[in-house]
């Protein structure tokens, strides 16, 4: 999937450590002590300025287009994306981009110029809650129960992984890792709510780049330039669509109409444009103008992303003395060291004293983004659209604000519960990539009808997703217990589990949006003057004001358009 697409990474049944990969310095020790007061020094600071619910789960709604767009990026790019991708790189080569370019830049464009429009003028504070107000309570019922499920499991399993990954680069105790990132982002979270979470997320942005710009500067300096590169490790790993033809042709296992139907357009719509963990960031905008470029300038910053997480992939391969190893081969062989290892291997290689403090703090950053990305979307979820609309209609706001404190709270010890639980699993991440396929893939269906399609009906909306999620549900059930099913769903006997997520995903939607379209036409519409400001054709759009054409959201989306274009020529 796109980056949030979690790949097969780390293995997550807990192990004995038996080596670690790098050793600290007192210097590197002191800059991640910095890094921990620092976060924490922000959340106390903005606790002053978060004094009504308003302020705490949607950021005042006063965020710059810039901060919101960097903040937008920052909460997915701690979905283990440094080392999960960076290993997939040395395992597809440079396959592994799609999920940055393609499943995610068209995406990330169609949020900012036409859907924005819908969520800002709706004044929702999540996603569920546009679907209360397009399809009634149901809908929302459904849809937010299955978001705050998904969003701890979410949270426990980024922090589960940046203790192991503490664990096997450092040799950190586990439980030390857990504790200490969970406490420090609980009471960033709690103090601040999601200001202090989007402005934590701008500082972990710049480090993580700050952190991991080195291994790509330094490895090409090493290789002699990308023509070298090529030479050394071969063209199948370095174009991204010439080996698409066949299931067979590529080390993926996966055909061109799944990479661009399934990812490019299901799972990376779905995401992009309704998970609400990434959305939040955009409605805190400050105004309509603002909401529109964050995700444009989010995709502008995406497309750049694979430098520090996939070239760094790429070149262990042409300058790693040794053969990295699938996972499962690494447990069982003394001295081997896996793919996912590989970005720690090359800070290593290229880091001394100090330098490797920072790349280390980079890792910890994007991680401790995600958990909060996750925790403060799940606070807003639980008050917003399942506490208030139904266990309590009539508190104060000064109640809502203090069960929003209180949530993340809990959210953070729930998420520790199931960081621990993650330890018995022997291939969580398969479960994710599987939770994303059952959840994002219907609810786009269902969003992208309810925003576009007047005839759209309340119980054409709720059908709909119902059956989306469950017959994605079945359909991963199918290949578990006959893995031969799988030619049915990603329509081929040689598909591998990447490819079946792909296809799983476009079939959930297919079912989705023709299930939504034949309830609706048997079922009786809402009168278009309740659809105002929800759907297209019933919303009079309003003008960005007399700005010249350069300041224009569209302009800038046709530049990284373009930009999109070139490269996928360029690396073809």
């Known amino acids: 999937m796109p980056s949030f697409a979690l790949p097969s990474f780390l293995p997550l049944a807990a192990e004995a450590v038996t080596q670690k990969l790098v050793t600290l310095g007192v210097s590197d020790i002191l800059i991640i002590v910095g890094y921990f007061a620092m976060v924490l020094g922000i959340g106390w600071y903005l606790k002053k300025q978060t004094t009504t619910s308003e302020d705490f789960f949607m950021a005042g709604r006063e965020m710059t287009a810039w901060i919101a767009g960097l903040s937008f990026l920052s909460a997915n790019l701690g979905s283990l994306e440094l080392m999960g991708w960076a290993g997939s790189a040395y ?21 900012g110029i036409v859907m924005m429009p819908f969520y800002y003028i709706s004044k929702t504070h999540s996603v569920p809650g546009y679907l209360q107000l397009r399809f009634g309570e149901d809908s929302r019922a459904f849809a937010a129960i299955s978001f705050a499920f998904m969003t701890i499991l979410m949270s426990g399993v980024n922090m589960f992984s940046m203790a192991k990954v503490m664990e096997v680069v450092l040799g950190w105790d586990l439980n030390f890792s857990i504790w200490i990132s969970s406490i420090t982002v609980a009471a960033y979270v709690a103090l601040g709510g999601l200001k202090s979470a989007i402005f934590n997320e701008v500082l972990q942005f710049m480090l993580i780049w700050a952190g991991a710009a080195l291994i ?27 080996t698409l033809g066949s299931f067979q042709d590529n080390p993926m296992g996966i055909h061109w109409t799944g990479i661009v139907f399934g990812l490019g357009f299901v799972i990376s719509f779905g995401y992009w444009t309704t998970d609400f963990l990434v959305v939040q960031r955009v409605l ?74 920072l790349g280390i703090t980079a890792l910890i950053a994007g991680f401790m983004a995600g958990m909060a990305g996750n925790v403060s979307a799940f606070a807003t979820v639980w008050t917003y659209d399942i506490y208030r609309p139904f266990l309590n209609k009539k508190a104060s706001d000064a109640h809502y604000l203090s069960m929003g404190r209180w949530c993340t709270i809990i959210g953070i010890f729930v998420s520790i519960g199931t960081a621990y639980m993650v330890m018995r699993a022997e291939s969580i991440m398969d479960y994710v990539q599987a939770l994303f396929s059952f959840f994002i893939a219907p609810l786009f269906g269902t969003v992208i009808l309810g925003m576009l399609w007047k005839r759209a009906t309340p119980a054409g909306g709720f059908w709909g997703l119902l059956a989306g999620t469950v017959c994605s549900i079945l359909m991963w059930l199918w290949v578990l217990f006959d893995e031969t099913a799988i030619r049915y769903v990603a329509l081929s006997p040689h598909a591998k589990p990447m490819a079946e997520n792909m296809y799983r995903a476009l079939w959930s939607w297919i079912i989705c949006v023709a299930v939504t379209v034949v309830v609706s036409l048997y079922t009786r519409p809402k009168p278009d003057e309740q659809l105002t400001g929800l759907v297209y054709g019933a919303t009079p759009i309003p003008g960005e004001g007399d700005v ?15 930009v999109f274009v070139a490269l996928n020529v360029v690396f073809w």
Not at 91 to 111: D, E, K, R, V
Not at 218 to 242: C, D, F, P, R
Not at 311 to 334: F, W, Y
Not at 553 to 561: D, E, L
């Open 91 to 111: 395992q597809y080569g440079i396959l592994a981009t799609h999920w940055y370019w393609i499943g995610a830049i068209p995406a990330m464009l169609f949020l």
């Open 284 to 357: 805190a905008a400050k105004d309509l103008r603002s909401a529109k470029m964050a995700p444009i300038i989010g995709a502008a910053f995406k497309m750049a992303v694979p430098l520090i997480v996939i070239l760094p992939g790429l070149l262990g391969l042409g300058v790693l003395d040794v053969k990295l190893v699938p996972e499962s081969v690494a447990k069982v062989t003394p001295g081997a060291h896996s793919y996912n290892e590989v970005l720690p291997i090359m800070m290593a290689r290229y880091m001394g004293p100090g330098l490797l403090g």
């Open 216 to 242: 790509p500067i330094m490895g090409m300096i090493e290789v002699g330039g990308w023509a070298n590169l090529q030479a050394k490790i071969g063209a199948s790993y370095t174009h991204a669509w010439s």
């Open 548 to 562: 010249p054409f350069w300041l224009r959201p569209i302009f800038w989306a046709g530049m990284v358009a373009a």
